[in-house]
């Protein structure tokens, strides 16, 4: 199983004094963000799913922590995508609460799947049934679903054409104890996400989900939809 990693944003991180600097913005986070980041260091995750660290954006909010990750098999990228925490102690009124997660997945699609008018549709149901699946509440979650076509020409010409689907969204996640959200439980739901984009299969049962949550009915699968990508 794959473990979770991840940096926090520190802008005033430009060179030097690594050490000074770790200790510098372990001083600074807050508890409840301190304690969300390691719950994601928790979450046990598909063999398929490689996570790496990446530098977060510094302006979205005052802490943040990013993971990028990509599904692969074989040695090929299916899928890959980044996550991002967010924690404003203070309260965010666009998100009415004071963490939010924001997401980019993106994958290639074969033609024919790519031609699908419910595509954006299906895409945007992964999303909502991933979490639902995991049985997470949330809110405010919005976003947008593309895709887009390239066709080659000239020197290219003996290239396939490809399309690409891109997922961006982003939500707020319900926080628990201490003003906690359960955020191992949103990144293995956001794993989950990455392949089934990927075209995997199910990796087995999932948790009952919790009575409240919304179901997740009329969420559409579809077969493997790409082949293998180089990395």
């Known amino acids: 199983m794959a473990a979770a990693q991840g940096q926090f944003s520190d802008p005033s991180d430009h060179s030097g004094g690594a050490g000074d600097t770790d200790r510098a913005e372990r001083n ?24 790496d660290p990446t530098r977060p954006p510094q302006r979205l909010a005052p802490h943040a922590y990013a993971l990028e990750a990509a599904v692969v098999e074989d ?20 998100w009415k609460g004071t963490f ?29 049934g991933a979490l639902e699946a995991r049985g997470l509440s949330y809110g405010e979650a919005s976003g947008t679903v593309t895709r887009a076509g390239s066709h080659y020409f000239g020197g290219l010409a003996n290239r396939r054409p490809a399309t690409q689907i891109e997922i961006r969204a982003s939500w707020t996640p319900r926080e628990g104890r201490d003003g906690v959200p359960d955020t191992a439980a949103h990144l293995t739901a956001w794993c989950d996400l990455l392949c089934q984009v990927a075209g995997l299969p199910p990796a087995g049962p999932l948790p009952a989900p919790d009575a409240s949550a919304p179901t997740a009915a009329g969420v559409v699968s579809l077969p493997q939809r790409r082949g293998p990508q180089p990395r």
């Open 75 to 94: 040695g090929d990228d299916l899928a890959d995508g980044r996550l991002v925490l967010l924690h404003d102690p203070s309260g965010h009124d666009a």
């Open 28 to 51: 600074s986070v807050p508890r409840a963000f301190r304690l969300a980041v390691e719950a994601l260091g928790a979450a046990r995750l598909r063999p398929e799913i490689e996570v």
């Open 100 to 128: 939010r997660l924001v997401t980019l997945v993106r994958a290639e699609l074969e033609p024919e799947m790519a031609a699908d008018p419910l595509l954006p549709e299906v895409c945007w149901s992964w999303l909502t």
